[in-house]
């Protein structure tokens, strides 16, 4: 555990170091600093760059030159330890040259920097694979024999393997049952595992946080509630569905007011909510219903959906009470579509009422619901729909027909038609 | 002579700094980069838990446009057909195919006529027949006159019927999870208007019936340059762009879109062979003019594979073609050019592809030119010119090297350490003549472009990814 840093540690400082070896020239240090770092790196990159690294020339300015050219008038080169150099040698004044070969330079020490991390990286990551199944081979026996009542003793854990641990817990609990279960939390209990989570969950890494989470909505643990309840409200994706799902584990009156808190801060997948929802038991319904009647008209429609979405005939009420004078399309369409499932011959007068609404959404859902609640004498309501604008809305209708009246109907219904959407419509749902 | 001289000094010095704003950009990008696929690991090690996976995601409509597909059809859409997700349709669109695309899906899928009421939302050529298949009912097949590719996708939005739509290239492999993880941001955030994923290169790869069994590195040199290519390209090129919200391209191999929102800003162009970069550039331009929240994302996991080609006439065809769609989208919608209000897409990302996409090849190849002057001519820096080609030998390498990296730190897609050394060999080799022809075809494309030629589909020489792409690679040494 402790290895893998470090080595990534010195991968870093030889980075470092290549870059600040490489800084020199570009910062102003001139040519010669360079060369008494690097000599031979100096050399084997650029041969030719040796031969320019002299005292200026007067007059040169910045304008390019040939080697050759400057070779021909240059002085002779003083020695290392002349007293020219020793007083500091004069620096060439070519900066064009000078910032390429600092920028070869420093372009060079990143390639062999970056070379060497990645090796490292991937060590690093076959090394902790190995332990990973080195652990497993270890622990996998243990578990599974105390899973079948086997006293085996558990061996001893290292520090850097408990999160494996917990990870290789979690595994195995997602495939037993019953007596199984009561085996699992007797491990838990003898590693302390309410403490090694509870810790986690407050200060461990994002992956090591959500592990944690599982661990203290497998054990139900109490004390887990405040500090869960604190991720919820973090409102981020992952992280606080899962506290939400752990907490409606330990304690579906908490779980519920996470998740009420969570639907009015976020619009999140409803299928997952929904998921979590069905798991914190009764209640749900009536936790939605109560959220429901704080938010005014037009912000309803999330919390329709989810209402919708629970198959709880118990929201039956709830929505037709918030149809009753509602305005929003959206929630109208939303209470529609929950009514057609859910409700019974009751909800026909509704459906036919919004078959002729301005919004097509609205149209579409009130044909849609029409087709699960009408009777077959709302035949002759539903046929003009057929020759709508809307092409969901033709769709939807022809549906409908096709449940109310059979395909004897619908396919009299195209031979009597005229409409060429009507019949294409008509036609299609018959071969579906 | 002495303003000449002055002229290609100030070339050099535009050379140089060209290099080093490009640095800063490439390092600002791979540090965004960095950061996305840091977050994406974080949960990657631990099992997504199932009720992320409900059932109750939004369903999604699979367009496959495909022209003259016969050899790889079938196999993708069994692969697509495969994929886990709980509600989605597939929609074949075959575009006036002049092989047997259409009777080997017959074939296949036992495809017979269904009555389509077709909901003709985008301008498209006519359909010829709607197909459904009698094994597989969530697949539908559209058979339309021929209009390339952007009109074919076109037609099969007006077929589908979710309020999603991924479109897919008839050549690409899927992994199983693709669709479920590219519709993430779509549910954590719902101004998602479209969701763009990391293709791969499934050349030495080892497929069965349109799956991906190993990944592995292919034979072709070729082949390999073009794995670092798409490193470089999905991972620095597009991934870093999402979080600031200034992503240009959603590759039309793989993207998932918000369907009424691509309606809304008129589907696909015909006109235009970079359609999939241009629709991602308008709907840019279209949301933000008509004040409309938007984020247009990407997912950084290998999603989709694709068959890159392994001989020189193709790739030249496709690296033409790209340069030139990437210059069609540019100045089709150069409205976007800081444009009023600022936003990272129009002020940012549109004037870094202006300099660092469009002009690169152009610069390069000017500094080509400079350099075999400067080596040739008498009376001019020699070394300096050589420095300068070291220079940009290096960036390339540097560049390549970094793309690696990340790969090895995020999905370590490929898992033998000889594979890792070939990569970074391929990585220095590339730059020794590959670049230069890549280069010299971009001009082609930049060129053409100019000439105002117009485009159709590409046409791909393939080894087709129904069978073994090349020989199974040997078990990962140890």
Known sequence: MHRLPVRLRGALLAFLAGLLMQWGPLCGAGESDVLLLKPSLDLALVPAARAEIQPPIPDEGLALRSGREIAGRLPERPSADSPQAAAGAPRHPDFQFQLLTGFALFLFATIVALLITSLVARWSRETAEGREARFRKRWEPVLYGRMAGDPVLLPPLARNERVLLLKLWLHVLGYVRDEAIDAMADVAKELEFSRLALHLLESGAPQERLIAMRVVAALRLKEAIAPLQEKVEQARPHSSLEAANALLQISPEHGFAALRKLLTLVDWAPGALVAMLKTGGQGATGMLADLLATLPQGAGAPVLRLLALLDDYAAVPVLRERLRGNADDQEISVILHALGKLGGAAERTAAIEFLDHPGWLVRMQAASALGEVGLPEDWERLRPLLEDSHWWVRYRAAQSLLKLGGPDAVRRARAESSDRYAIDMLHRVQAE | ?478
């Open chain 2, 1 to 478: 002579m002495e303003t000449f001289q002055r002229v290609i000094e100030a070339f050099t010095w535009f050379l140089i700094a060209y290099v080093i704003v490009f640095s800063i950009g490439q390092v600002v990008i791979s540090a965004l980069t960095y950061g996305i696929v840091a977050r994406s690991m974080q949960f990657r090690s631990v099992e997504v838990a199932e009720f992320l996976l409900s059932a109750s995601e939004p369903p999604i409509s699979v367009v496959v446009p495909a022209y003259n597909e016969e050899l790889t059809i079938v196999a993708a859409v069994r692969s697509i057909l495969q994929l886990r997700y709980a509600d989605f349709e597939v929609v074949v669109v075959n575009d006036g195919s002049r092989d047997g695309t259409l009777a080997a899906l017959t074939e296949a899928f036992e495809l017979e006529v269904f009555p389509q009421a077709y909901h003709a939302r985008l301008e498209a050529r006519p359909v010829r027949g709607v197909y459904r298949s009698a094994t597989n009912p969530n697949l539908v097949v559209i058979d339309k006159e021929n209009g390339g590719k952007a009109d074919a996708i076109n037609a099969g939005i007006n077929a589908s019927r979710y309020p999603l739509f991924c479109c897919i290239d008839a050549d690409s492999i899927l992994e199983r999870d693709s669709l479920l993880r590219v519709v993430q941001p779509f549910i954590e955030d719902s101004r998602t208007v479209a969701c763009g994923g990391t293709v791969r290169l499934v050349n030495g790869g080892q497929v069965r019936q349109g799956r991906l069994l190993r990944v592995g590195m292919p034979s072709s040199w070729l082949a390999r340059f073009q794995i670092v290519e798409y490193l470089r390209g999905f991972l620095f090129g597009r991934m870093g762009w999402s979080r600031p919200n200034g992503l240009l391209i959603i590759s039309g191999a793989f993207g998932l879109m918000h369907k009424d929102s691509v309606i809304e800003c008129g589907g696909y162009r015909h006109e235009t062979i970079g359609e999939d970069m241009e629709l991602t550039v308008r709907m840019h331009r279209m949301l933000r003019k008509r004040g409309r929240p938007y984020r247009i994302s990407y997912v950084p996991e290998p999603v989709c594979w694709t068959e890159a080609p392994e001989d020189w006439k193709t790739l030249r065809n496709q690296r033409v073609r790209w340069q030139r769609g990437l210059c069609e989208s540019l100045w089709l919608n150069r409205g976007m050019l800081f444009a009023w209000p600022p936003n990272t897409a129009g002020w940012v990302a549109f004037p870094y592809f202006l300099l660092f996409e469009w002009a690169a090849p152009l610069v390069e190849f000017a500094g080509y030119l400079l350099l075999a002057w400067m080596l040739l001519a008498p009376g001019t820096a020699a070394q300096t010119a050589l420095l300068l080609l070291l220079v940009a030998v290096f960036f390339g390498v540097m560049l390549s090297t970094l793309a690696v990296l990340l790969d090895e730190l995020s999905f370590h897609v490929y898992p033998r350490r000889r594979d890792l050394l070939l990569l970074f060999a391929v990585g220095v080799l590339e730059n020794f003549g590959y670049r230069q022809i890549n280069v010299l075809w971009r001009v082609q494309g930049i060129w053409q472009w100019m000439r105002g030629k117009q485009g159709g589909w590409g046409v791909m020489q393939r080894k087709g990814i129904g069978e073994a792409v090349a020989k199974p690679p040997a078990p990962p040494s140890t």
